[in-house]
């Protein structure tokens, strides 16, 4: 069965500090893989994916991500976070052998101090 | 405007009232999906939808039922509302294509059932 585990509910980095969120995953065949970021009181918004080529992917707001296919990881880094950027995160991967479904990890909260 | 809308964006309900929660979007997509956010939880499933003629159900589609009345539109109905069904309530939408891969979501619905 496809799954996405987030092992981590929190995750708490000082600002101007690299921050890791991880994500691991489970899928049938290539994986089409996905971070999204929701802020309080909004939807999710799209921050970069992966599809195939370069392991390594750049999103929005100087997010990048890295796919380890050995490792069925997909890791959201960011070099030097800010306490904006203070959300909760959401990896996801599509499922194109069973109607084209998304499967949501269970979200981590990435907190930024100052 | 966004491409993805949701109305009501807040609602409280008694249980055992029905509660209709409705989708437009315009960005083209033919598929949309309803998703619930539980804390701790991330996204569930309820339903899906391909085309106005194809409806399927989620992983959590007991006490939920959905209407496909036109590519833009796509409502979640509750039949008989429980407090349990107490969430935030996002519907999404994506292409099919390779240059269609990721979900757009709605702002969500806060539903709280007293």
């Known amino acids: 069965a496809q799954s996405v585990a987030q092992p981590e509910d929190q995750v708490n980095v000082a600002e101007g500090n690299p921050l890791t969120v991880k994500c691991t995953y489970s899928v049938s065949g290539n994986p089409y893989l996905f971070w999204y970021v929701q802020y309080p009181n909004r939807g999710l918004q799209f921050l970069l994916k992966?599809?195939?080529?370069?392991?390594l992917v750049k999103g929005s707001y100087g997010f990048e991500a890295e796919f380890n296919k050995s490792q069925t990881s997909f890791h959201l880094k960011k070099p030097s976070a800010l306490v904006s950027d203070s959300a909760l995160y959401f990896c996801a991967v599509r499922d194109l052998y069973n109607f084209n479904k998304f499967y949501f990890g269970s979200g981590t909260k990435l907190n930024v101090k100052p | 405007d966004a491409d993805v809308t949701q109305t009501p964006r807040n609602r409280i309900t008694k249980t055992g009232k029905r509660i209709m929660l409705e989708c437009s979007q315009t960005?083209?997509?033919?598929?949309m999906y309803w998703y619930r956010q539980d804390p701790g939880l991330g996204l569930r499933l309820i339903y899906y939808?391909?085309?106005?003629?194809?409806?399927n159900k989620g992983e959590i589609s007991d006490g939920y039922s959905v209407s496909r009345q036109a590519q833009a539109k796509f409502s979640l109905s509750l039949e008989s509302a429980i407090p349990n069904q107490t969430a935030l309530y996002f519907c999404a939408t994506s292409g099919p294509g390779a240059s269609n891969t990721e979900a757009f979501f709605g702002q969500g619905t806060r539903l709280t059932v007293v």
């Open positions: 939808s391909f085309d106005v003629k194809d409806i």
């Open positions: 992966y599809i195939t080529g370069d392991n």
């Open positions: 960005k083209g997509h033919d598929r």
